[in-house]
């Protein structure tokens, strides 16, 4: 595995523009890894706790909006953070709420960055760079033959 390949992003994003935005601004910090997108809080619970057992032994970062048509991205957030293996996961809160009683439910429920959009996208870069050199850093070396 590539480092490239060793970090999937799952981006749960139900504002087209703001999913184009992020993805240029991930790819602006450099970040070339697989963006795989979803509008809605049931089609990506689906992928991650689908049938994806590949899924589940890879590295995620997930970019979550809080504010989605169908769920709550807290829900969302709780239930990957309950999950035994998907707990892993990093998750980057995206979202224009500023409230900080949802601001502390993130942190307490496992974000790793919580970036109010659209005016911290500075903020966001920075955390992505960050958690990817904390990621190539803990980096599982692959088995020699």
């Known amino acids: ?8 992003i799952v981006m749960i994003e139900d504002d087209e523009g703001h999913a184009r935005l992020i993805e240029r601004n991930i790819r602006r910090a450099g970040v070339i890894n ?3 997108p979803f509008a809605t809080g049931g089609d990506a619970l689906a992928y991650l706790f689908g049938d994806g057992e590949p899924l589940r032994g890879m590295q995620l970062l997930i970019l979550l909006d809080l504010n989605l048509p169908d769920m709550s991205g807290l829900d969302i957030l ?4 309950a999950d035994p293996v998907l707990k892993r996961a990093m998750v980057i809160v995206l979202t224009t709420t500023d409230d900080p009683c949802e601001i502390r439910r993130s942190y307490d429920l496992g974000a790793n960055v919580y ?12 955390a992505i760079q960050q958690l990817g050199m904390f990621v190539s850093v803990m980096k599982i070396p692959e088995a020699e033959a």
């Open 34 to 36: 697989e963006i795989v």
């Open 1 to 8: 595995m590539n480092n490239a390949d060793a970090v999937r």
């Open 115 to 126: 970036v109010t959009k659209p005016l911290q996208y500075d903020k966001f870069v920075q």
């Open 78 to 81: 709780e239930r990957v953070k």
